[in-house]
């Protein structure tokens, strides 16, 4: 084949979209959970353009190199959507940065979690060395002509590390968290925030969830690096760079259609057996402290307090998928999360009745599509959230246009979902009344409210997220190009 005309998406994130498990000499497959990972899936399943002759997705593996061999080289498994190339990184080293730098300080810090923050000069170089391992092997795999997109806070130096080795490479960067106000991001040593923001500016296209975050974004280039912007661009050395928004989508039809299936069906009518007539509250959430679920369930208390009249009418389902968990401060929130349920389980439940239904695991596909339908409100309240995709989805399975969505307004979905019931997180009188207001909202309401959400999630799924993305990073390069010849 011609090489050149050989197209090639490069897609580098932390995380691979699956597991390998092993059990008796047999090895399963067990997907990654994570608002990342799930998009980028879904892009890829979906994907029918034919604009890449091929996809790659590069990231570390959290299996063995061997287990990695036997599975790759299994003539009977099924094919994926895209071609996995595994970065196999020493365990301590890779600790340090995921445990230590990734989530004990960006993530935190990220967050708006200060107080959290741990601010460690080892575990930064470990997050240099693992960022530079990428570097590497990206380097050694990279042909002329393809597009690299680099995704998250775990990857911020893999830019400019690439860019220097290879200058006229294309590169994208898209960031799945919050980018935070100038004051938050300016707590971190000098020499890392340096790094970080160069470490960025390598790439030909930045991209963001929200407006506040390019703003943030572009502020932070003028305050740590000098550098002014014109609009959303900004100029390194003479090379232009943009940061722009694109507000990630989800597969709507996945969601919207599920409905249809059988294992979903089935799953729904055991919900539906099981509450009756009761009204259904759900959450879904990975475990981590910035979901706001302590908040929530105060929130849900105040409300069974004020109102005695709903007891035994309605029931939360409340599911904590299990995330990180080496990490202290995420046992921690789960052990916090667990007395807190039993607390109030054990204050108003009846013999026949428990108002929190807890259930700490992963779900299923068809479990979670059959939770979203049966629920009368999906209650969804992070302190704070890059963009959170669990609201989008619960909206895009109300096949029946009925619902209501309760959500923080400090996720980034707030800014595009304007007709759910916003909410501040931590004000648990605030939330105790909008769960009044959506259980007593009328049909009319409810559905008028979702037909407008339900048309703009559809507007813009996860495949025009990536489509407009990548068209705009050609745009970059066109006008590098066109710049150069000037
Ligand atoms: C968020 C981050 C992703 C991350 C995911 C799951 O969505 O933006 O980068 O992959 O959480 O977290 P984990 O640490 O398990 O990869």
């Keep these: 084949m011609d090489e050149k005309k050989n197209r090639r998406l490069v897609l580098v994130s932390n995380r691979l979209p ?5 059990k008796n000499k047999r090895i399963t497959l067990k997907e990654s ?4 990972v799930s998009a980028l899936k879904s892009y890829f399943a979906r994907d029918t353009s034919h604009t890449f002759d091929e996809k790659w997705w590069i990231g570390s593996a959290d299996f063995p190199e061997k287990r990695w061999e036997s599975f790759n080289n299994d003539k009977r498994r099924r094919p994926q959507d895209f071609e996995v190339a595994p970065l196999f990184l020493d365990t301590k080293l890779y600790n340090r940065y995921y445990n230590g730098f990734c989530n004990a300080t960006l993530w935190p810090l990220f967050h708006y979690f ?11 170089r470990a997050y240099e060395e693992v960022n530079q391992h990428f570097a590497d092997k990206l380097i050694a795999f990279l042909k002329p002509g393809d597009v690299l997109w680099i995704h998250d806070y775990q990857l911020m130096l893999l830019p400019c590390m690439i860019r220097k080795m290879q200058p006229e490479v294309t590169i994208g960067f898209f960031l799945h968290i919050p980018f935070p106000n100038f004051e938050i991001f300016r707590l971190m040593h000098r020499s890392w925030k340096e790094k970080i923001i160069h470490g960025l500016l390598g790439a030909d296209l930045l991209g963001f969830h929200t407006q506040e975050y390019v703003q943030h974004f572009l502020k932070t280039v003028r305050m740590v690096a000098g550098l002014d912007h014109y609009y959303r661009a900004i100029y390194v050395d003479d090379r232009i760079v943009k940061a722009d928004l694109f507000p990630l989508g989800i597969d709507y039809e996945k969601f919207h259609n599920a409905s249809e299936q059988l294992p979903v ?28 679920v302590t908040h929530r369930l105060a929130g849900f208390e105040r409300f069974l307090e004020q109102h005695p009249t709903w007891r035994e009418k309605v029931v939360f389902i409340m599911v904590v998928v299990p995330s990180r968990q080496i990490i202290s401060k995420y046992n921690q929130r789960r052990k916090l999360i667990e007395e807190q349920v039993g607390r109030i389980n054990g204050k108003y439940s009846t013999l ?14 068809a479990e979670l599509s059959a939770l979203y339908q049966s629920a009368d409100i999906g209650l969804i309240t992070p302190l704070r959230d890059g963009m959170n995709l669990v609201a989008k989805e619960y909206v895009a399975s109300q096949r029946d246009g009925r619902g209501t969505l309760i959500l923080s307004e400090l996720a980034g979905a707030a800014s595009e979902l304007g007709e759910a019931i916003l909410v501040n997180p931590v004000d648990k009188e605030e939330m105790a009344q909008a769960i009044f207001t959506a259980l007593t909202q009328p049909e009319e309401t409810q559905k008028q409210n979702m037909a407008i959400l339900q048309q703009r999630l559809q507007e813009y799924t996860v495949i025009h997220w990536v489509n407009d993305f990548l068209k705009q990073l050609q745009d970059v390069k066109e006008l590098q190009k066109m710049q150069e010849t000037k």
Excluded at 271 to 287: Q, Y
């Design 265 to 292: 069906v089935q799953q729904k009518e055991v919900i539906l057996k099981n509450f009756g007539e009761r009204k259904i509250i759900f959450s879904v959430d990975r475990l981590d402290y910035t979901k706001g």
């Design 18 to 22: 699956f597991q390998l498990l092993e």
């Design 114 to 124: 200060p107080s959290f923050v741990e601010f460690d000069d080892d575990t930064f």
């Design 33 to 36: 959970d994570g608002g990342l």
């Design 352 to 365: 026949t009745w428990q108002p929190i239904i807890y259930r700490y695991s992963h779900l299923s596909f």
